[in-house]
């Protein structure tokens, strides 16, 4: 009898998954909340947006690193083919949010230059954000690939689609930091933040449309997935639930719920997340490798599952603890030094 093989491809595509998720909603909001920066009308207001987010911008950040790192780990050929073509939207992404996380600090320093450090934070917020769309668009139009290397050209990733999809996550990011503004913080702020997140929100609206519509385009087997028998009646409630989602996020920015705009807009990206994941899976080199395919060794797999299941939770502890320690409405008066 055969000895029984657990297969580690699936837990580490999980893990990916959830890391990938967890940056862009946690980094997302608080990236959201930069984009708006801009928006504040007063100093008062500056500070308390910059407030809500202080304790944990930088926590956020480490979803950033374990998606890379799984990537690098347990998925090498797509590594070795997606950070090639993706060099110049990364780097710029990269350099943004450094570029953000000194103006965050030196704004309560440098009082002098206070003006340049709140246009550094909110420029910076934008630019890392849009960086991460085209990477998102690039990512699903695919690469040109010659056996196991990138073989296209370094600025193959802007194009129409990508550029779409970059101007599509500043409206996403800024509608969760209007609804992370709206419950963490209450006056002039909050009616501020539920404005424009209503402005935000019919933004997304039009990008989920039209990349919905788009998407199918890229590769006639996502085509067939979401539009042969009986796969349309299997996926139709994802675009249903999405529909519901957005309804109960248009009532919620403009009622006087504070916590339900947030919550909405989380289900409403992981609703976008999931139509992505059935689009897309088991590629992760769209349209060329399966995770299988560009899995390391099951040596290598098992070795590193041993420290990400014990590292993991204690970042998820950590994370959690941290958010319930800083609970509750901001003040002006108390913040980051």
Not at 108 to 120: I, K, Q, V
């Amino acid at each position: 009898m055969s000895a029984l093989v657990l297969d580690l491809v699936p837990i580490w595509t999980a893990v990916l998954a959830v890391g990938v998720f967890l940056y862009v909603l946690l980094d997302g909001f608080d990236l959201g909340v930069g984009i708006l920066y801009g928006f504040a009308p007063d100093l008062r207001s500056r500070n308390l947006a910059m407030n809500s987010i202080a304790p944990v911008w930088d926590g956020n950040e480490t979803w950033l690193i374990l998606g890379g790192v799984a990537l690098m780990a347990a998925f090498p050929l797509a590594f070795a083919i997606i950070l090639p073509a993706l060099y110049f939207p990364i780097i710029l992404m990269l350099l943004a949010l450094v570029f953000r996380g000194v103006a965050f600090e030196f704004r309560f320093r440098d009082a002098e230059h206070r003006g340049f450090w709140d246009h550094a934070f909110c420029w910076g917020s934008a630019l890392a954000t849009f960086a991460q769309g085209v990477v998102l668009g690039a990512f699903v139009q695919g690469f040109a690939v010659d056996g196991r290397h990138f073989s296209g050209g370094s600025f193959d990733c802007f194009t129409p689609f990508s550029l779409l999809t970059g101007v599509a996550l500043m409206f996403g990011y800024a509608l969760l930091g209007a609804g992370w503004l709206v419950l963490k913080t209450t006056g002039p702020l909050q009616d501020m933040a539920r404005r424009l997140g209503r402005y935000a929100f019919v933004g997304v609206l039009i990008a989920v449309v039209a990349v919905s519509v788009w998407t199918p385009t890229m590769d006639p087997h996502i085509l067939a997935r979401w539009f042969t028998w009986p796969n349309m009646a299997y996926l139709a409630p994802v675009p249903v639930v999405t529909a519901l989602v957005a309804l109960a996020e248009w009532r919620a920015l403009n009622d006087r719920s504070e916590a339900a705009p947030f919550l909405w807009a989380v289900v409403l990206f992981a609703m976008s997340y999931l139509g992505l994941a059935i689009s897309l899976f088991p590629m992760i080199v769209p349209y060329k490798y399966t995770i299988w395919q560009a899995a390391s060794s099951e040596s290598t797999q098992a070795f590193l599952l041993v420290g990400v299941l014990i590292l993991l939770p204690v970042v998820l502890l950590y994370t959690a603890w941290s958010y319930w320690v800083f609970r509750g409405k901001v003040r002006a008066d108390i913040g980051y030094h």
